[in-house]
Structures are given as C-alpha cells and as structure tokens.
T-cell receptor, first 114, second 111 residues
Framework: GAGVSQSPSNKVTEKGKDVELRCDPI?????LYWYRQRLGQGLEFLIY????????KSGLPSDRFSAERTGGSVSTLTIQRTQQEDSAVYLC????????????FGPGTRLLVL | EDQVTQSPEALRLQEGESSSLNCSYT??????LFWYRQDPGKGPEFLFT???AGEEKEKERLKATLTKKESFLHITAPKPEDSATYLC????????????FGAGTRLAVHP
C-alpha cells in the first residue's frame, strides 16, 4: 500500500516568508508526528496528533511554528516569518494507533531559508 | 533527560567485513528501542523494535541486540547496498508520545 507522502519535496524561501508543509499519512493510521532533522543531527520531535487533536506539542520550537490536522488525515505544518535556522528536513510519520505502535516515515520536505 | 548516543559517527567497511554499531541510551523507563535505516534524500525506514534486555531481532544480514544500557546493530558480511545511515531511537515512559533519536552512524561498504 501507499506510504506516507509529503509535499513539496523541496522548498526554497526567503527569510521572513511563511511556508506550509503537507503530510498525507498511511490510510487508516490515526496517529501522526512531525520531526525536524538538521544537517548532521538526529531527528527532533515537534508535535504528535491523535485524530485531529494534538495532545503533545512540546517539541514546537517557537510560536512561529504551528500545525493542524483535518479529517483525521492530512496535516499541515506552518512556519511563519521563517528564519535561516529553520532550514532543515521536516519529516512526517504515522502509526496505526497510538505512540506504542511503529512509526513509519515519509520522504521529508527539504526547507532552505535564504 | 532522555538521551541517545550513537557510535561511531561514520564507519567504512570492505564488502564481507562484519562489524557492529553502538547505541547507548539513558532514559526514564524504556518503552522501546528502535532501529531505522536512512538512505540519502529519503525518510527513515523501520528495521527493528526491541523492548527488553536480552531481546534480539534479525533481518537478513542485520541483527539487533539490547542490554539495559545499550543496543548493538551487528552487520554480518555486509554488501555495498547496506551503505546508509543507521538511526537509533528510544521511547521512554517520561516522553511516551515521541521518539528520541541519536545522530546516526553513516555506514559505507566498499566492494
């Protein structure tokens, strides 16, 4: 079956602009996660959704970052007033049930802020 | 604070030369240790989950083992297609909703 998909695959933006990153989880997966991967570093947790609600937003680095999920499926991560330090790969993962289930990752969106 | 450290950062092997990658962890109650493989420009691909000390899992040339402080990913007779970055992650009782990742080990297997 289809895996997790993300769009765009690459995004180049100018400092101060807003960006939206999209994630389509595996069909039937109720849990969705966003992570950030900076060059040469491990993945950093950003936010966890169960259905349309986000019980854990503890990893969002600032109020410029927000995310929503609609219909228990597609999620959008929005970064407002982008800064150069936001440059990274943003990865989305989904799991069948809650956090106790295996997380399956999408290919990521590579964001470059000039 | 939950922490994961992987070593070495990079490893170069000749085809057929077996070796092991290390993942050391400090967590407030382990609720799973995960190994992923990541190819350049792609997302992590799930390999194994281990839950308790003494547990072992195998897949083709890979074998993962777990103790109370660390996990090893053993690679037997590697092939060039095993070249990738191998990521270790943990889930803890203190941060159950998320995985804490190490920085990874970049493995290059040369013919």
């Amino acid at each position: 079956g289809a895996g997790v998909s993300q769009s765009p695959s690459n995004k180049v933006t100018e400092k101060g602009k807003d960006v939206e990153l999209r994630c389509d989880p595996i069909s039937g997966h109720t849990a969705l996660y966003w992570y950030r991967q900076r060059l040469g570093q491990g993945l950093e947790f950003l936010i966890y959704f169960q259905g349309n609600s986000a019980p854990d937003k503890s990893g969002l680095p600032s109020d410029r970052f927000s995310a929503e999920r609609t219909g228990g499926s597609v999620s959008t991560l929005t970064i407002q007033r982008t800064q150069q330090e936001d440059s990274a790969v943003y990865l989305c993962a989904s799991s069948r049930g809650g956090p106790q289930e295996t997380q399956y990752f999408g290919p990521g969106t590579r964001l470059l802020v000039l | 604070e939950d922490q994961v450290t992987q070593s070495p950062e990079a490893l170069r092997l000749q085809e057929g030369e077996s070796s092991s990658l290390n993942c050391s962890y400090t967590v407030s109650g382990l609720r799973g240790l995960f190994w992923y493989r990541q190819d350049p420009g792609k997302g992590p691909e799930f390999l194994f989950t281990l839950y308790s000390a003494g547990e072992e899992k195998e897949k083709e040339r890979l074998k993962a083992t777990l103790t109370k402080k660390e996990s090893f990913l053993h690679i037997t007779a590697p092939k060039p297609e095993d070249s990738a970055t191998y990521l270790c992650a943990v889930r803890s009782s203190g941060g159950y909703n998320k995985l804490i990742f190490g920085a990874g080990t970049r493995l290059a297997v040369h013919p």
